[in-house]
């Protein structure tokens, strides 16, 4: 049986039977239950000690190399401005490497987010995640993942398959490869470990920058901050990046999702189409909008996982609706297709409910029954996206995820490019930490691949959405019948899914 212990390490019960010799600590004792005698110890047990003043110089040096390096760690310190998944991943990264950080959350606690959708990992996510998380809770959020199905199909709103495809089999690559988790469970496993690394409730103003370039960091309650480096992870509304890159705000598409999920029960079940267990489903009416729909699963294994990590930190206990399975429906379109009376923001959720309910009044039975399970579980999301941003000058302060390159939710992966981010900002600034590169430099460099990595990805998602939205013509129809008919032709099929790109449009339900 696996548990957690009280730092989040998974251990599996198992017996293990020891010599008197390693019980009394003379012995390293090894994960298989075995002694080994120490590395450069004789049979005696005593160490050997290698002779000659080159032995003496050699170990003096690697000694003063270790001690430089940790004080150097120690020297460098990091403030992280927003403590979402990229900063908590930054986070994590930079504790692992020994560099001093600080994270200010404008949320109020721990518990303060421990909501939301599914998020899907891809394979740069998990490398990420890999790379910035201590093994112990890499196994943790490896273990708390749902199902991930591999497939997608393209539907009519009568329910009819037009497309289905199949991704090949899953890499033998334990590291890069997909996942799908809670978001909440996410947020929990990046907090793991964190203590007063957070600090909650501390809304960022602005900074200011002292004589030798060091930052100060102001905030509403009338606290400070210093650091040698500050990141702006503070996302879409980003305040550091206001400052520092003024005129660089992300620009409203002019569309807006419908979201909500719906508890997978039996019932749920019967009204699913069967292709939504191998994978998300995208709706394609012939008015100018889409429906994603997406089952959420997760082992009982996994869900035992999420339920221990979930004890294990205070300010979660309270957080129970995230652990079931569930389906998510998000509809997408621009905004004069809702014919809203008033701003999204000002709907409540029954006059969401009633919206949905209008715009699939035709569509087939099943899915008129699902958006009435939905009941007052919805929410919206004004689709806003980042515009390219010329390269600047870099400095102490950079920038990461939505507070510089957010993008559309229609390719789902704006988590992932967060992670990314995180992943690569952690080993400029470790490196920087162990003096093997100037600061400025590691920062620039990694700026330099951010933004064109990070901006392809905001073209291609905004490109996706102007697809799925885009009213439907005579092209429509024609296109509907060629899908239908390489769907039982393979070579078609393989042909047709490579012109989408082999990932269709996310909605809101993938939002990262």
């Known amino acids: ?190 907090l793991a470990g964190l203590g007063d690394t957070v600090r909650f409730n501390r809304r960022f103003v602005r900074y200011e920058r002292g004589p030798e370039g060091r930052i100060t960091a102001f905030f509403e309650d009338g606290s400070t901050e210093q650091a040698d480096v500050m990141v702006a992870a503070d996302g879409v509304n980003s305040r550091v990046r206001e400052q520092y890159l003024p005129g660089n705000e992300p620009v409203d598409t002019g569309s807006i999702s419908l979201g909500g999920k719906i508890p997978l029960t039996d019932g749920v079940m019967a009204l699913l189409p069967p292709c939504l267990l191998d994978g998300p489903a995208i709706v394609l009416p012939p008015s ?110 950079t920038l990461l995820g939505d507070a510089i390159h957010s993008m559309t939710p229609y390719r789902g992966v704006g988590a992932n490019i967060a992670l990314r981010d995180a992943g690569q900002l952690c080993a400029a600034l470790a490196a920087a930490a162990r003096g093997e590169r100037p600061l400025t430099e590691a920062i620039g460099e990694y700026e330099a691949q951010m933004r064109v990595y990070g901006f392809h990805a905001v073209s291609e998602s905004l490109k996706s959405l102007e697809q799925a939205i885009s009213e439907k013509k005579f092209g429509f129809r024609v296109a509907m019948s060629a899908m239908r008919m390489a769907n039982h032709v393979p070579a078609l099929r393989r042909k047709m899914v490579a012109s989408l790109e082999a990932r269709p449009p996310k909605s809101v339900a993938q939002a990262s």
């Open 1 to 190: 049986m696996a548990v957690l212990d009280r730092n989040h390490r998974i251990h599996r019960h198992r017996r293990r039977h020891l010599s008197p010799r390693a019980r009394s600590g003379d012995h390293h004792v090894h994960t298989d239950g075995h002694p080994r005698r120490r590395a450069g110890t004789g049979h005696g047990g005593r160490r050997k000690h290698s002779s000659g003043r080159r032995g003496m110089a050699s170990r003096a040096r690697h000694k003063g190399k270790a001690e430089g390096s940790k004080r150097m760690n120690r020297d460098l310190h990091v403030l992280v401005i927003g403590g979402g998944i990229g900063g908590l991943c930054l986070a994590q990264g930079l504790k692992k490497s020994g560099v001093s950080v600080t994270v200010c959350e404008r949320d109020t606690s721990a518990a303060a987010r421990l909501q939301g959708f599914r998020i899907h990992i891809d394979p740069q996510g998990s490398q990420a995640l890999h790379d910035c998380l201590p093994e112990h809770r890499w196994n943790l959020f490896t273990a708390t993942c749902g199902d991930y199905g591999r497939g997608f199909t393209l539907l009519s709103e009568k329910l009819d398959e037009l497309m289905q495809y199949r991704e090949p089999h899953e890499t033998a690559d334990p590291v890069r490869r997909h996942r799908s988790v809670s978001r909440s469970t996410l947020r929990q496993v990046l």
């Open 288 to 397: 100018p909008a889409n429906l994603f729909m997406a089952a959420w699963r997760r082992s009982a294994h996994a869900k035992e996982m999420a339920r221990q990590l979930r004890d294990a930190s205070p300010a979660s206990r309270a957080v129970t609706d995230d652990e079931g399975d569930y389906v998510v429906m998000a509809l997408g379109a621009r905004r004069e297709y809702f014919r809203l009376n008033c701003e999204p923001e000002e709907m409540t959720p029954a006059q969401m409910l009633d919206l949905m309910r209008s715009k699939v009044s035709a569509w087939h039975p099943n899915l008129r029954k699902l958006v009435e399970m939905m009941n007052h579980d919805l929410g919206f999301l004004n689709i806003r996206t980042s515009r390219p941003v010329a390269p600047w000058t870099p400095t102490n302060i």
